[in-house]
């Protein structure tokens, strides 16, 4: 399938490349503004808050199918910068939505444990999204215009972790670097998520982007795990010093915004639909991607 996978350049996009490359499919790689080549592939540079180079590069790749992950995803700079992060994540993705709509194409939008608002455990597809994050509420306003295409879904994911790919280093990288060269790091005990290997996330894509499956589905882990844990236990299975690993409440942080407790999400549409997908543990993924990762 011709395929235009927007957010190319990004920690996520890096990992779909590999994939939708393996599997056989014509892909365009769409970057903000950076260039250069992933996988063999040179990204493409596009600017989704401008009309015309949108709709310009959209008749030129002509996709059967957009896999839509291109976002401001740091929700310190999307409170920062409100109108910038409303263009990116809501202005875009509605025009990609319209695009799709008219010309009958399939558009998977990548989407966020963070539309929730933290006061319960394994939030359903069908639970209230009331974000308490600028970021979040952009992704939930978002939603509706690719729900609203016939042949779209809204894939709301959880905590990715894994070695970036994208020539970056990624928070994760810089975690284990940190504790590698002897520093305490801290992370909240008390915030609770269903974190994801990058590698397993992307291959979920993949398979959806080729699927008919519409609507909303959650694309998350398989255990409810801390910040904390998460990365004691990414730590444990590296074989670094936990007790550089420290653990500290929501409430001992003064926060520009106040950080979901807990978004974890319920994964029962997932399993129902891969039911051959094995979803590796936390020390698992760390050693598949192997000790040379990092």
Avoid at 124 to 144: F, M, Q, S, V
Avoid at 220 to 240: C, I, K, N, P, Y
Avoid at 241 to 269: F, G, K, W
Wanted: aromatic letters at 6%.
């Amino acid at each position: 399938m011709r395929i235009v996978l927007t957010g190319a350049s990004g920690q996520l996009g890096a990992y779909l490349i590999d994939r939708l490359v393996a599997a056989g499919h014509d892909v365009s790689a769409w970057s903000g503004t950076e260039i250069g080549q992933r996988d063999g592939l040179a990204l493409v540079p596009v600017d989704l808050t401008d009309a015309g180079a949108t709709d310009r590069a959209l008749a030129e790749a002509n996709p059967e199918v957009i896999v839509h992950a291109a976002a401001i995803s740091r929700a310190d700079v999307v409170f920062r910068n409100p109108d910038r992060g409303r263009a990116v994540n809501v202005g875009a993705t509605a025009r990609l939505a319209d695009w799709s709509a008219r010309l009958g194409r399939r558009l998977v939008f990548i989407s966020t444990d963070m539309v929730f608002d933290g006061s319960r455990p394994w939030n359903r597809e069908d639970d209230p999204a009331e974000p308490i994050l600028a970021y979040g509420r952009t992704k939930r306003d978002a939603e509706p215009a690719v729900l609203a295409t016939p042949r779209g879904l809204v894939a709301r994911i959880s905590l990715l972790f894994g070695p970036s790919r994208s020539g970056r280093a990624s928070s994760f990288d810089r975690t284990l670097a940190a504790l590698r060269g002897g520093q305490p790091q801290t992370f909240f005990r008390d915030e609770f998520r269903t974190p994801l290997d990058l590698a397993t996330a992307a291959e979920i894509l993949v398979r959806l982007a080729e699927s008919d499956v519409s609507g909303l589905i959650h694309v998350a882990g398989q255990e409810r795990v801390s910040r904390f844990d998460l990365v004691r236990r990414a730590a444990s299975a590296t074989g670094l010093d936990l007790s550089l690993v420290r653990a500290n409440r929501q409430s001992d942080v003064v926060l520009a915004e106040p950080r979901p407790a807990d978004i974890s999400l319920d994964t029962s549409r997932q399993a129902a639909l891969f039911p051959d997908l094995r979803r590796p543990t936390i020390e698992e993924a760390m050693g598949a991607f192997g000790p040379l990762a990092w």
